[in-house]
């Protein structure tokens, strides 16, 4: 028999208390969100890094936007802790404002793994479609991935564009032996990036392995619009192509030594059948590799370190997304292992195996066939 203990007066006073302390919290947190939005999309701060410290009038002229709003926002970033008071002015226009150096980096510098600016953008474009997400909860439809408009797409491949090219061929790749050594080996390696968003990983492998071939799908076309600016900016348009296709059309497969899905399968309505494509694509001794959110491995009220981070994504985008199309399994963000394993069962793999690669977010599962 269970017995349910009824909190006390006091115990419930407590968490009545440290619920309003939290909820007021959050707020702030989120008004620091929305306000790093605005400094992120307006040049705010890439202006303060460039100049060393400037007036909101400065700043204004700077960035093309208008002095009392400038003088607000810069108010209310020194009261955050973001941006600092340079000097003890306080006077009115007079007072001049700079960003700290380590705070650029994390706000500006792009090249940076710390780079989190755009985790506002994404953040902005997550919530976008709210009265659409109200009728999706109500009705157990989905939100397509276009309803979430430009700062989604922009800002996911803003987040991942350093890893991607900084870490991705230079260090994740490279320790799964056999893969490092086919993608730098003759003939050329022949890679497929399936769900390429803006096209950042399938760039960063082409740099760090120059003889490889990269190809690129995805459905959403201004994706693939911006992956192939993306490519040409970055000098590898020769050697990487992106394209809004059906992977699993048969003219696709077994053409590939390396097939790859970044942060995608928990995102579709029906992963087994995308598995399926993935090793259509791959040749006999090529290499299926899914790289999905590092959550717990099972449900616990605490979650890992992860948990609460991916389901608010969950909440807001992925599960919507996929349940756009149905039918739909209706995954989520919290893709746990047991759950990869299954789909993959479900499309012809014989298992997965979770690779030792060290990531915060990644986890690496090498698809067994």
């Known amino acids: 028999m269970t017995v349910t203990v ?49 007036t909101s009038g400065e700043l204004a002229d700077r960035t093309g936007t208008h002095e009392r709003y400038a003088r607000e926002w810069l108010e209310q970033q020194t009261v955050a802790g973001i941006v600092a008071l340079d000097g003890g002015d306080y ?21 940076s793994l710390n780079y989190l600016a755009p985790l506002a953008q994404l953040a902005a474009g997550a919530v976008h479609p709210l009265p659409s997400l109200l009728n999706a909860y109500r009705n157990g439809t989905g939100v397509p991935y276009e309803d979430y408009g430009v700062d989604l797409r922009e800002g996911q491949g803003r987040m991942n564009r350093a890893m991607f090219l900084y870490q991705l061929g230079q260090e994740w790749l490279p320790s799964i032996a056999d893969v490092d050594t086919r993608l ?32 690129g799908f995805d459905l959403d076309a201004p994706s693939v619009d911006l992956a192939n600016s993306n490519a040409t900016e970055a000098g ?26 970044f942060e995608c399968i928990h995102d579709m309505s029906d992963p087994v059948s995308a598995l399926r494509t993935m090793r259509r694509l791959a040749k006999d001794d090529g290499t299926v590799l899914v790289v999905d959110e ?76």
């Open 184 to 215: 730098k080996s003759d003939p050329p390696a022949r890679i497929a990036d399936f769900g390429c968003g803006v096209g950042w990983s399938g760039i960063g492998m082409a740099q760090s392995y120059p003889n490889a071939q990269v190809d």
């Open 6 to 54: 009824q909190p006390t007066t006091a115990n419930a006073t407590e968490q009545r208390d440290a619920l309003v302390e939290r909820l007021l919290q959050s707020t702030s947190g989120v008004f620091d969100i929305f306000t790093i939005y605005i400094g992120d999309r307006l040049g705010f701060y890439g202006a303060l890094s460039a100049n060393g410290s400037l």
């Open 294 to 369: 590092r959550v717990g491995e099972s449900f616990t009220p605490q979650g890992n370190d992860v948990d609460g981070f991916m389901y608010g994504w969950s909440v807001l985008h992925c599960l919507p997304v996929g349940m756009a199309e149905q039918p739909s399994v209706g995954t989520g963000t919290v893709m746990r292992p047991d759950t990869l394993r299954r789909y993959s069962q479900e499309a012809g793999f014989a298992d997965i195996e979770i690779l030792p690669i060290e990531n915060y977010f990644f986890r690496f599962y090498r698809l067994v066939c």
């Open 236 to 261: 590898v348009a020769d050697r990487v192509k992106f394209q809004v296709r059906d992977a699993g059309d048969p003219e696709l497969a077994g053409r590939y030594d390396l097939v790859t899905a």
């Open 91 to 111: 006077r009115g226009q007079a007072r001049k404002f700079f960003l700290p150096a380590g705070h650029a980096e994390v706000l500006v510098d792009r090249e």
